[in-house]
């Protein structure tokens, strides 16, 4: 009986598993869209008007929040407060004004997403160092990419194209491939992964025998063979384990599809201004020093469960209405679970972000701290692409009303780049990129001449040069 068990519980829990999965990745607005399609086209799914807590199934007035779940259980405490709210009004602002009753004209700068593809990205970057006889080398790399960063055409092709050296094409290529998103521009997946652990090695410690585990041992990396790889090695199978486990989660064979900018390329949609936040960050009773309260918005009003009309009318089917019926009883059931599921794993995710980054969202960008996906995801015992389907395409309003981009959470360069804000910000005569990393340094940041440069183009601060003659006119 066991085995039969198990044949027909698997393919239910690998829906379930794909369905949570879906449903993760997707923000408020597509969620709503997808619960409203399956409310018009599945009988054994109803919604109920009566607002009830997400959390814990309490019966809700109007809009406002659980009196349990909103509760903290120490006032005095800094635990962030977290739970999912039933606060349709935010989707039905569209003509009125946006959440927190902020008009379009009052919301600040950053809630337009830059509108930047990778080419231009990187560009931005490596400008302030690139030659300008070097330019069209760089933009003919740079347009050549494919989806995954990786530059399909031979640089030799390159240097015949612009008739110069192929050694001048590879010191351009060089210089895409160390602007973030690291080994952009790659002509292989090894090589990309090698450039990584170059410009790594800078700041944490290799394991030993990595490059040479990248440069021959690819194929048995890809297959999870640590007993033939570390023969190849000369290290034991754990160890062999151990490199694997370190470029799974610190490298990126193919560096277009990580996180770079304030938001993720590729196969998302495209840059628009945020009117409805999917999540809300406010104070306990307006209080700046008591718990930051976090609400998880579901898109609609009320409550979704399997109509119990049709469960009754299910026991007397017709006989060709049956296997329909019942796959329509299944469908509502794993949505309602997956759903469920769904929210618990976004107050799980938030509850450890924001507790993290609680001076960045109190203080501004140069509080943020650094935080992978990774290691957030090592904490909640999850794989790294559940954080990322949680994080990708959201975004939150802080208390003070700016509406960002979860993934801003994560951007390891942006309290720096504030710094850099400040600084030149406060000059009297234009500060150097030297000098401005020197700076830094006094100020406990250790980032090298050509970082502040790239970072500096990435804010749109013009060369010290060009500050200096234009504060002259």
Sequence with gaps: MYPTHRLETRPQTTAHLAQTMTLLGMTSAELKQKIEAELATNPALELLEARRCRTCGRLLIESIPCPLCSRPHDPEASEPIVFTS??????????SGTSHNISPEELPDDNMAPAVDLPSFVLRQIAPELAEEDRPIAAHILTSLDEDGLLPISPLEISRYHHVSPERVQKVRAMIQHAEPIGVGSCSPQEALLIQIEVLSDSQEMPDQIVRAIREGMDLLSRHHYTKLGKLLGVSPLEAEEISRFISTNLTPYPARTHWGSIRQGNEPSPQRYHHPDILISHLNGKMSGPLVIEILFPLKGSLRVNPLFRQVFEDAPVEKIEKWQQDLEKATLLIKCLR????????????????????????????????????AQVLGVHESTVSRAVSGKTTCLPNGRIIPLSKFFERSLSIRAVIREIVGKEKEALTDTEIAERLGEMGYDVARRTVAKYRAMEGILSARTRQSMAGI
Excluded: C, V, W
């Excluded at 450890?352 to 650094?370: A, N, S, V």
């Design 86 to 95: 039933s606060r349709s009004e935010y989707f039905q602002t569209q003509s």
């Design 341 to 376: 599921q769904r929210s618990n794993t976004m107050q799980q995710l938030l509850s450890l972000l924001t507790k993290h980054q609680r001076e960045f969202i109190l203080q501004g960008d140069k509080h943020l701290k650094p935080i992978t996906r990774a290691s957030l």
